[in-house]
């Protein structure tokens, strides 16, 4: 593609000074924990702002599943092989105890990390750097191997930060079935020197230590700010960034926060010229509640999000200090337009991109909660060159979560580099008559997810009537890209007399992913939500246990129970596909073009 006057318009339009203006007022409130006068303040500022555009907005109250910990209320003291009491603080969502035990290495605490230890009664200790994500590892450790407690080491940096966070597992609200799963044991976090400090004592021999961390957690009243910009028909383009923000609360989250409000202001005012409307959201819960807020809003606007919503794009922590990369990416349908389009502005603006590494591999985390219900999803930010990603450090930054995120880690200069993409991408998701989105780039993707299964599976497990469904598809989506391709051509010299055929094709788009999405990127299916980080989130993760039955012995009770289990879970695989298939196969007959 090539950038449109119209989109050139807009483009100018974005104000580095408007961003930044809000970025401070964001910065300057700080710490805003759902459910706080901090928090509600900042919904009042939203809802201001909102206004002032002229954008029709709500701010729904819900009831949230919320942690409030008592963050300097905890405790950690070794008191062998000598006692030395360490800095620490509770982390949301923990159990409120008070324990002692040995303490034992568990690395990045994934369920691999614990391969010949034995946890049970022990207090855990974990690198906040190494993977799992924390809540994953804090359901490892006291769910799934019995441990007594749980301390997490915070990112290296050029001074003590502790890095605060949540533990619970379980997404959004919990239900009967899981609410036992949402934290059982206490949980700290402790300076990156401290953990070097125990992981020292730990190789010389014996550790023994006694911690404590106390803290509220349950149902408690939020509001969360939505808003949307009408286009010219039913569907729109979802874009959210989450508004509770732990310590300092700078690049997570003012940035995303001012950013959202900023793609509010610019698509308003353009509003009459959308194709598609786009709405806005400021997830709450995000923090101390585990994306109770993302999913809140699936599970109560589920019918207009099934019908109507055409992508997600997640908009947290944008850009940061020394973030002078842009780079894009999203899942396989998505991934060529975006990436395609923030190129194309780099390009023209002289500065760096970098490509998205490897296949797309789905993640649960992020308010990544539009798996289920089958909305494509991507991100646009800006990254790090090699010295820039040193000096920041992993992840968000050594100051992630800490009082040390203040504004002097965020950066007008790539805020802005960042919002002209973000805008850039929104303007072509609600403005193009056909959806750019590549199915056969799906299917390519679905069999090599498939041919690795089938690989790690042996004999043990015949997954032939897969790949050849998952072939069969992907000859079916390239002939129905091709025939949205020839749509999307046509349009270039006006829409009159193909809006049947655009509609038939976009609803044929929509109705593709619905089918595959849950299959391909989810374990518990369309209505419910996998948890926070978890291991088993993999391409295709309703397969991934033929790993496990290759190691088992053929006549054993366990061999033959996980047959049965992986046959229904192929039966699965094998309708969504054929399904998807026939949508494609019915979208180029009634397009044709094909």
């Known amino acids: 593609m090539v950038i449109t006057d119209f989109e050139r318009e807009v483009l100018d339009e974005v104000s580095k000074e408007r961003l930044w203006r809000h970025v401070e007022w964001f910065a300057e409130v700080g710490e805003k924990l759902s459910g706080t006068p901090a928090n509600e303040r900042a919904v009042d500022y939203i809802m201001e702002a909102l206004r002032g555009f002229g954008v029709p907005a709500e701010a729904p109250r ?6 409030f910990p008592e963050l300097h209320d905890a405790e950690v003291e070794v008191l062998e092989p000598e006692r030395r009491a360490l ?18 290495d568990v690395e990045g605490g994934g369920l691999g990390d614990y391969e010949g230890l034995d946890a049970r009664g022990k207090v855990a200790l974990a690198s906040f750097t190494k993977p799992p994500a924390r809540p994953w590892k804090n359901y490892v450790a006291g769910v799934l191997k019995g441990a007594r407690g749980l301390i997490i080491f915070s990112h290296a940096g050029p001074m003590r930060a502790l890095n605060r966070g949540t533990v619970k597992s379980v997404w959004g609200n919990p239900i009967p079935e899981n609410l036992d799963d949402v934290g059982r044991i206490p949980a700290v976090s402790v300076s990156h020197e401290d953990g070097v400090y125990l992981k020292g004592l730990l190789r010389k021999g014996p550790v023994r230590v006694r911690m404590k961390a106390e803290g509220l957690r349950g149902f408690y009243e939020t509001r969360q700010p939505m808003a949307r910009v009408a286009g010219g028909s039913t569907e729109f383009v979802l874009l959210g960034s989450h508004m509770d923000a732990w310590g300092a609360a700078a690049t997570c989250n003012a940035l995303g926060c001012a950013s959202t409000l900023e793609a509010a202001r610019l698509m308003a005012k353009h509003g009459p010229r959308l194709r598609r409307g786009l709405e806005l959201l400021w997830f709450q819960g995000h923090e101390t509640g585990i994306m109770t807020g993302s999913t809140w809003y699936v599970d109560d606007r589920w019918g207009d999000l099934n019908a109507n919503c055409v992508a997600y794009l997640n908009n947290d922590t944008t850009n940061m200090i020394r973030s002078t990369v842009y780079t894009a990416d999203g899942d396989p349908v998505m991934r060529e337009v975006l990436v395609s389009t923030v190129r194309e502005l780099a390009e023209e603006e002289g500065a760096p991109f970098r490509e998205p590494a490897g296949s797309y591999f789905p993640r649960k985390y992020g308010d990544q909660s539009f798996y289920g219900v089958g909305v494509p999803s991507g991100r646009v930010q800006m990254t790090f060159t090699p010295e ?3 000096e920041v450090g992993p992840g968000g930054g050594w100051f992630y979560h800490s009082e040390h995120d203040s504004l002097d880690k965020c950066d007008p200069e790539t805020m802005y580099m960042a919002e002209k993409a973000q805008t850039l991408v929104l303007l072509r998701l609600c403005t193009l008559p056909v959806l750019p989105y590549r199915f056969e780039a799906l299917a390519d993707w679905a069999l090599e997810a498939l041919n690795s299964i089938e690989g790690e599976a042996g004999s043990a497990l015949d997954l032939k009537v897969l790949l050849d469904k998952a072939t069969r598809f992907k000859e079916k989506a390239a002939v129905f890209d091709e025939s949205t391709g020839a749509l999307a051509a046509e ?4 829409v009159d007399g193909l809006e049947d055929q655009i509609d038939m094709a976009n609803s044929c788009m929509k109705r593709i992913s619905r089918v595959l999405n849950p299959v391909l990127y989810t374990l518990r299916g369309r209505y419910d939500q996998d948890y926070y980080g978890a291991e088993y989130v993999k391409p295709i993760p309703v397969l991934q246990e033929s790993a496990l039955i290759a190691t088992l012995d053929a006549d054993s009770q366990g061999y033959k129970a996980l047959t049965t289990k992986l046959v229904r879970a192929r039966n699965m695989v094998s309708d969504a ?7 494609a196969d019915h979208g180029v007959e009634s397009i044709g073009r094909g």
Not at 577 to 583: N, V
């Open 491 to 494: 349009c270039g010299d006006g």
């Open 87 to 104: 800095s620490c603080v509770a982390l949301a969502q923990c159990a409120s105890a008070e324990v002692e035990g040995q303490l034992i």
């Open 62 to 67: 819900f009831q949230a599943w919320l942690g």
């Open 388 to 390: 820039g990603r040193e």
């Open 577 to 583: 596909l054929e399904g998807a298939t026939w949508i």
